[in-house]
């Protein structure tokens, strides 16, 4: 029998993905661990309470650990003096945030079930729930990652795409990884929330002509030309605290905050798309939880592979 295209197009991404995703079950854990969903649940709301933009800082974490040899919890594991981790790459250091949040959340879970739960599963399972606990929509996470025994500072270094990529790059960056561009304008979205610092989008506010003047000029009150790296804005100013189509609005506006934004919405071949999920806002709730599944789905270490960490920061 010959199957339809469609189907041989999902059986070749399935294969791309990885055959440890077939291992991989929402509810692997109901019976060695029937209480980790509302555990992690309850640490991640708290977290986010206290400070909005964790939120979206546990949600980078899930990405920034997928995108580099795959949702393992390789971006957890601290330097030592004969090992080095991811933590120091150009675009995790000073920037990535939420590990301890991940901490804490580990701690409740091995009192709970001690040497059963992974820290890649956490990660995964707090990125869902941080959406959700700033007004997003939920999904069922697929769960039974093991845990790396390695990282990639070399990858963290090259394959992740940054503030400054084009369109082409950013195509590029995902394409790598079995996305779509479609998939990939889906997962940008997550910028509808968290904030960034002065120094990534500096070279935008004061030498790019595709930015609103008044959006731009009060930026630059708080991203002077010289100095104020760390000073933060809001990537989303119209929302930034609620996990909505707003980016995308933005956008139409030409305020994006990073080149790496605006360019989905700039005269090219994403436009449509970003116009698509401002007029159908449950478009772009479907297509960005699929993606995100598909996400927590890149290369998972399962069965025998890897490790159950007991301290996320180190192999046991």
């Given at each position: 029998?010959?199957?339809?295209?469609?189907?041989?197009?999902?059986f070749f991404l399935f294969c791309l993905i990885g055959i440890g995703s077939a291992q991989l079950s929402s509810t692997f854990y109901a019976k060695t661990c029937p209480l980790v969903l509302a555990t992690i649940k309850t640490q991640v709301n708290l977290a986010v309470a206290k400070e909005a933009r964790m939120g979206a800082s546990l949600l980078r974490l899930h990405f920034h650990d997928c995108f580099v040899q795959g949702c393992d919890a390789s971006i957890l594991l601290d330097d030592t003096s004969s090992f080095t981790g991811e933590k120091?790459?150009?675009?995790?250091?000073?920037?990535?945030?939420?590990?301890?949040?991940?901490?804490?959340?580990?701690?409740?879970?091995?009192?709970?079930?001690?040497?059963?739960?992974?820290?890649?599963?956490?990660?995964?399972?707090?990125?869902?729930?941080?959406?959700?606990?700033?007004?997003?929509f939920s999904w069922a996470v697929p769960l039974g990652r093991r845990d790396s025994t390695t990282a990639s500072l070399s990858s963290a270094n090259s394959e992740l795409p940054g503030p400054s990529s084009n369109l082409d790059g950013l195509n590029t960056a995902f394409s790598n990884k079995g996305f779509t561009t479609r998939e990939m304008v889906a997962l940008s979205g997550s910028h509808t929330i968290g904030q960034a610092r002065c120094l990534f989008f500096r070279t935008r506010i004061y030498n790019e002509t595709n930015i609103d003047s008044t959006f731009a000029k009060n930026l630059q009150g708080n991203?002077?030309?010289?100095?104020?790296?760390?000073?933060?804005?809001?990537?989303?100013?119209?929302?930034?605290?609620?996990?909505?189509?707003?980016?995308?609005?933005?956008?139409?506006?030409?305020?994006?905050?990073?080149?790496?934004?605006?360019?989905?919405?700039?005269?090219?071949?994403?436009?449509?798309?970003?116009?698509?999920?401002?007029?159908?806002?449950?478009?772009?709730?479907?297509?960005?939880?699929?993606?995100?599944?598909?996400?927590?789905?890149?290369?998972?270490?399962?069965?025998?592979?890897?490790?159950?960490?007991t301290n996320c920061r180190k192999t046991n």
């Amino acid at each position: 029998m010959i199957l339809p295209s469609m189907e041989v197009r999902f059986f070749f991404l399935f294969c791309l993905i990885g055959i440890g995703s077939a291992q991989l079950s929402s509810t692997f854990y109901a019976k060695t661990c029937p209480l980790v969903l509302a555990t992690i649940k309850t640490q991640v709301n708290l977290a986010v309470a206290k400070e909005a933009r964790m939120g979206a800082s546990l949600l980078r974490l899930h990405f920034h650990d997928c995108f580099v040899q795959g949702c393992d919890a390789s971006i957890l594991l601290d330097d030592t003096s004969s090992f080095t981790g991811e933590k120091t790459a150009g675009p995790n250091a000073n920037s990535v945030r939420g590990y301890d949040v991940i901490d804490t959340i580990k701690s409740k879970v091995e009192s709970l079930c001690p040497g059963v739960v992974s820290c890649a599963d956490i990660v995964a399972v707090a990125a869902r729930d941080s959406v959700v606990a700033l007004g997003g929509f939920s999904w069922a996470v697929p769960l039974g990652r093991r845990d790396s025994t390695t990282a990639s500072l070399s990858s963290a270094n090259s394959e992740l795409p940054g503030p400054s990529s084009n369109l082409d790059g950013l195509n590029t960056a995902f394409s790598n990884k079995g996305f779509t561009t479609r998939e990939m304008v889906a997962l940008s979205g997550s910028h509808t929330i968290g904030q960034a610092r002065c120094l990534f989008f500096r070279t935008r506010i004061y030498n790019e002509t595709n930015i609103d003047s008044t959006f731009a000029k009060n930026l630059q009150g708080n991203c002077p030309f010289n100095g104020g790296d760390s000073n933060l804005s809001p990537l989303d100013t119209t929302s930034p605290t609620t996990f909505d189509n707003g980016y995308y609005r933005n956008l139409q506006s030409k305020k994006g905050l990073f080149h790496s934004d605006q360019v989905l919405f700039n005269g090219g071949s994403t436009d449509s798309q970003v116009n698509s999920y401002v007029t159908n806002p449950a478009s772009f709730k479907t297509d960005f939880a699929n993606a995100m599944v598909k996400m927590g789905n890149l290369s998972p270490l399962t069965g025998s592979s890897g490790q159950i960490r007991t301290n996320c920061r180190k192999t046991n």
